[in-house]
Nanobody, 124 residues
């Protein structure tokens, strides 16, 4: 079983930045594709970003491309989401996800493992 623990969420003003981290245990980290989703209460979970096993392959939702950067440190079993130029519409619970196969899957059902989520609130 894979355990994912997110941290780094909080309250920030529009235009500000936050860096989310996700610590992974329970499986060889370099064998896992990693990603981030977000969810607003009452709405479906939305794909944010994905990253491949070595970190060279990345993909982003159109709504965050150019503002968010996903990265991973395989030596520390951690994946990151650097969020810059934040907007109020980025407010959501952000989830770290992991899967053994695809790193660019955009459907929530394609990801096997989920963290508990961390709240990000962007004030206007």
């Amino acid at each position: 079983q894979v355990q994912l623990v997110e941290s780094g969420g909080g309250l920030v003003q529009a235009g500000g930045s936050l860096r989310l981290s996700c610590a992974v245990s329970g499986r060889t980290f370099s064998s896992l594709a990693m990603g981030w989703f977000r969810q607003v209460l009452g709405k479906e979970r939305e794909f944010v970003a994905g990253i491949g096993w070595s970190g060279t392959g990345t993909t982003y939702a159109d709504s965050v491309r150019g503002r968010f950067t996903v990265s991973r440190d395989n030596a520390k079993n951690t994946v990151f989401l650097q969020m810059n130029s934040l907007k109020p519409e980025d407010t959501a619970v952000y989830y770290c996800v992991a899967d053994g196969t695809r790193w660019n899957a955009r459907g929530a059902a394609s990801w096997d493992f989920w963290g508990q989520g961390t709240q990000v609130t962007v004030s206007s």
